[in-house]
């Protein structure tokens, strides 16, 4: 019998008992360089990387680039957690897609109690990011009803826990755009606070599955106002607890600085190391950008001349440009006239920045890379 399957094993004692099998798992030999050398370093399946950096950290992050609803990331975050190695890991997993407000639905869905379809839809609806965000992807509730799954056959106490990061922001009270905004601004401190508050302070582990930039290492060689910084730097400068950052590998339109290039001989859902690695010494400002007001008043990307291995502690790839998809949103699902009241009123309220109607009709699917603007572009 395997210490994964062996009853009674706790998370405690099965971290300890598998780190010599985990950590000794390397992906097959990738053409004549080998899947580890000085300038790759140990790559590893996605799976056995995060279970490995769970061995030395209690909170790991999984950071999504390039578009909320990528569907490559989704599908290797959905494989992940129905790893049978999961439960005897990881405590909780904590979203992005996830009103707070909402955290005894969460509860009960993942537990495997009934829960009426509306509330359920409520906890992603309902963030501080509708419109811009609706998460209707399918992929995000897939999330939560592939945790409902696995935790069915599991007893209560090794069950995951799915933690709503996002503030909990209550709609029905928001009647202006500052109002709104005093929610908004909470985003990465509140989940900091939920990070600290249910996972630190009660010595559990966790999955932080949130957007590449609320999971960035800050460095002090990017002048990042306080107010930009995020999820884990919070939690990082507030606790002392080292947050291990494993970030989606997308490139910008045109690949600028040869990142796709470099990574066709690397199996998909390889996971590629920064520290010392011909990775880490990518320039951060082309596949992270930050813009800021320079002294002139013109736009600078703060990210430029910044070593990725200062931001992040492994890339994910998960494939070429040309093979990548988003999740897309069913258009009968905003025919609902209550909820498509909602969004209008939400919309108005922020003066009209997303173009609802594209919402009722169908969106292709391929990936279409984000633009680096020139004014942005690093020397």
């Not at 490139?251 to 520290?275: C, I, K, N």
Request: proline share 8%.
């Amino acid at each position: 019998m395997s210490d994964v399957s062996r009853p009674g094993l706790t998370r405690r004692r099965f971290i300890a008992t598998s780190s010599v099998a985990v950590g000794a798992v390397a992906l097959p030999r990738q053409r004549a360089s080998g899947a580890v050398d000085a300038g790759r370093g140990r790559v590893r399946a996605f799976a056995d990387a995060v279970f490995a950096a769970f061995q030395r950290h209690r909170l790991v992050g999984i950071g999504e680039a390039g578009v909320h609803g990528l569907q490559e990331h989704h599908d290797a975050v959905a494989a992940l957690v129905a790893d049978p190695r999961l439960p005897h890991v990881v405590d909780d997993v904590v979203v992005e897609f996830g009103n707070a407000r909402y955290q005894a639905t969460a509860d009960r869905l993942a537990a495997g109690q009934a829960v009426e379809p509306s509330d359920v839809r409520a906890m992603w609806r309902d963030t501080t990011q509708s419109p811009q965000q609706t998460w209707d992807q399918p992929v995000f509730e897939q999330f939560f009803r592939t945790v409902r799954a696995i935790n069915w056959s599991l007893p209560p106490e090794r069950r995951v826990r799915v933690l709503l990061g996002d503030p909990p922001i209550d709609w029905t009270r928001i009647a202006t755009r500052d109002d709104l905004s005093a929610w908004q601004v909470q985003r990465d401190t509140h989940a900091a606070s939920v990070l600290q508050r249910e996972v630190l302070q009660k010595d559990r582990r966790a999955l932080v599955v949130y957007g590449a930039a609320h999971l960035l290492h800050w460095t002090p060689r990017a002048p990042v106002p306080q107010s930009a910084f995020s999820t884990v730097s919070i939690v990082e400068q507030q606790t002392g607890e080292r947050v291990y950052v494993i970030a989606g590998l997308v490139p910008m339109a045109g690949d600028p600085g040869g990142l796709a290039d470099r990574l066709t001989s690397y199996p998909r859902h390889s996971v590629v190391p920064t520290a010392g690695t011909w990775l880490g010494s990518v320039d951060a400002g082309r596949l992270y950008p930050l813009a800021l007001r320079g002294p002139s008043g013109q736009p600078t990307n703060a990210m430029c001349g910044v070593a990725l291995s200062s931001l992040i502690d492994a890339g994910l790839y998960l494939g070429q440009p040309g093979e990548l998809t988003v999740s897309r949103e069913n258009p009968a699902t905003y025919l609902d006239p209550a909820y498509w009241s909602q969004l209008q009123r939400r919309n108005t309220l922020q003066g009209g920045l997303v173009d609802l109607d594209a919402y009722r009709r169908e969106q292709p699917v391929r990936l279409a890379l984000p633009e680096l603007p020139p004014s942005l572009d690093c020397p």
